[in-house]
Structure formats: structure tokens, C-alpha cells
T-cell receptor, first 113, second 109 residues
């Protein structure tokens, strides 16, 4: 009965590859997010979608492309991976866009070698 | 500018000692403030939000608008409290969390 689930949990890949991280929530929420946690444990929002529409894009390189096929899914595709992309990526969701509790997934550990 | 500052990267205490994790924020409007906790290799979980004014796992936090602070306190730390704690701000009415850098709390036996 996992609320926000992400796959894969661990991903090791070479520079230049393209990879995707998938996220699904079964909470019936309208809004989903991607956050990045860097090696210093600093968390920063990357994207937010509300009802499949992009509402936040925090100056993320266009190698990162989120895709929301429906409001229960928000996938993150990364092209031409770079060493600096190594991080933990957290998916999250909330009831809607207006001031509700945000629920996080367990994170996807991406290592680029 | 919207900013959350957690001045301590690491707070190390002994079991039973009081704990205060500091959080200061910068925001011109009326923010919502939160504390999230991340236990080792687990997901971030909401610990407290200031509007609910409740105590979770013995932790409390009071919003001080004059000092723009939202410090997290617990009178007697337990070993299971060891985790990474993040203070976060949400601009009024918007679900965009701005996180502080986090404070690692280590509670020793």
C-alpha cells in the first residue's frame, strides 16, 4: 500500500547515457513533484505538475524532461547524463497545489560514472 | 528572497538531553513552515507544520514571526531521534517547499 513509489531505487550508469526514473502515487492526489538531493544533502525542487500540467520548472537544464501521462504518474527522463547529475531524486505528491501536506517517495539513488 | 537557514550541520547530544534544532527563514509574506525528518536511507516524512501546533514524537516548534524563526525542540532526546531534520518554508498558499540545508541530529547512548 505504498503511497508514492519510485523505480528504480538504485541506478548506476555511464556519462552520456539517457535514463528514466518512474514515479507513481496511489493517493488520488492532483499534484506531483520532483526534488533533487545533492551530495551535501541539500534538497531542491525541480518540477511540479498539477493535473498533468507543468506548473514549476526551477531552472533545470533541459536535459531533464518530466512527463506526466496521467495525474498518478510523473516520470523523469534525463538525457546525456553528467557526473554532476549524481544525486538522490525524490518524487512527491500532494492533494492539490494549495498548501497541503507533501508526501515523498523513498528516493532514487542515481550514480553517474 | 525566500530562504531557510539551518545554521548547524550536525547536532550531537546524549540520550535524555534537551534538543533544539535551529531554523530561521526569510520571506516577506505569511509563510507556512514545516519540519521534515529523514531517517537513514528512508523517505522524507512530515514531522510538524506550524499551523497544526501539535507535538509529534515529543517534538514541538513555535513560529516566532518577530525573530523569523521556527526552532524544533524536544526536552529529552532518544536514540531513535537520530536522523536528518529539514526545516522548510512554503510561500503562502503554494505547495512549493523551500528547504534548509538540513541538520543531522546524532543522539548517543
Amino acid at each position: 500500500d505504498t503511497a508514492v513509489s519510485q523505480t528504480p531505487k538504485y541506478l548506476v550508469t555511464q556519462m552520456g547515457n539517457d535514463k528514466s526514473i518512474k514515479c507513481e502515487q496511489n493517493l488520488g492526489h492532483d499534484t506531483m513533484y520532483w526534488y533533487k538531493q545533492d551530495s551535501k544533502k541539500f534538497l531542491k525542487i525541480m518540477f511540479s505538475y498539477n493535473n498533468k500540467e507543468l506548473i514549476i520548472n526551477e531552472t533545470v537544464p533541459n536535459r531533464f524532461s518530466p512527463k506526466s501521462p496521467d495525474k498518478a504518474h510523473l516520470n523523469l527522463h534525463i538525457n546525456s547524463l553528467e557526473l554532476g547529475d549524481s544525486a538522490v531524486y525524490f518524487c512527491a505528491s500532494s492533494q492539490d497545489w494549495g498548501g497541503n501536506t507533501i508526501y515523498f517517495g523513498e528516493g532514487s539513488w542515481l550514480t553517474v560514472v | 528572497a525566500q530562504r531557510v537557514t539551518q545554521p548547524e550541520k550536525l547536532l550531537s547530544v546524549f540520550k535524555g538531553a534537551p534538543v533544539e534544532l535551529k531554523c530561521n527563514y526569510s520571506y516577506s509574506g505569511s509563510p507556512e513552515l514545516f519540519w521534515y525528518v529523514q531517517y537513514s536511507r528512508q523517505r522524507l516524512q512530515l514531522l510538524l507544520r506550524h499551523i497544526s501546533r501539535e507535538s509529534i514524537k515529543g517534538f514541538t516548534a513555535d513560529l516566532n514571526k518577530g525573530e523569523t524563526s521556527f526552532h524544533l525542540k524536544k526536552p529529552f532526546a532518544q536514540e531513535e531521534d537520530s536522523a536528518m531534520y529539514y526545516c522548510a518554508l512554503s510561500p503562502g498558499g503554494y505547495n512549493k517547499l523551500i528547504f534548509g540545508a538540513g541538520t543531522r541530529l546524532a543522539v548517543h547512548p
